[in-house]
């Protein structure tokens, strides 16, 4: 069974940046659609990133013009680049993708954003 593995998380000050990553198992090419999800404690799961088998994506408002989602040539692993990060952009994400008609998530990686 293929599995998610994320990491890149932490703690970060106002303006910081981070990257996060999620890699498939088993070097499967998984990530022909690729998504980054968060979940802010006592909030409802949102999609923040998309990516499509073109290489289109689309982001949510609320990080339009400072996170960049983007995947390696083999597309097993796709990014998460996050700069400008504020406050309200502590969240839980979660990476996930469509792969032989399963939908796959990562486990989640903790990013807090702090002074």
Known sequence: ????????????????SLRLSCTA?????AFSYANW???A???????????????????????KGRFSISRDKAF???????DSLQPEDTAVYYCNTYYRGHTLWGQGT???VSS
């Open 76 to 82: 097993n692993t796709v990014y998460l680049q996050m």
């Open 110 to 112: 903790q990013v807090t």
């Open 25 to 29: 198992s088993g070097t499967i090419s």
């Open 1 to 16: 069974q293929v599995q998610l593995v994320e990491s890149g998380g932490g703690l970060v000050q106002p303006g910081g």
């Open 37 to 39: 999800y968060r979940q």
């Open 41 to 63: 404690p006592g909030k409802e799961r949102e999609v923040v990133a998309t990516m499509i088998p073109s290489g289109s994506t689309n982001y949510a408002d609320s990080v």
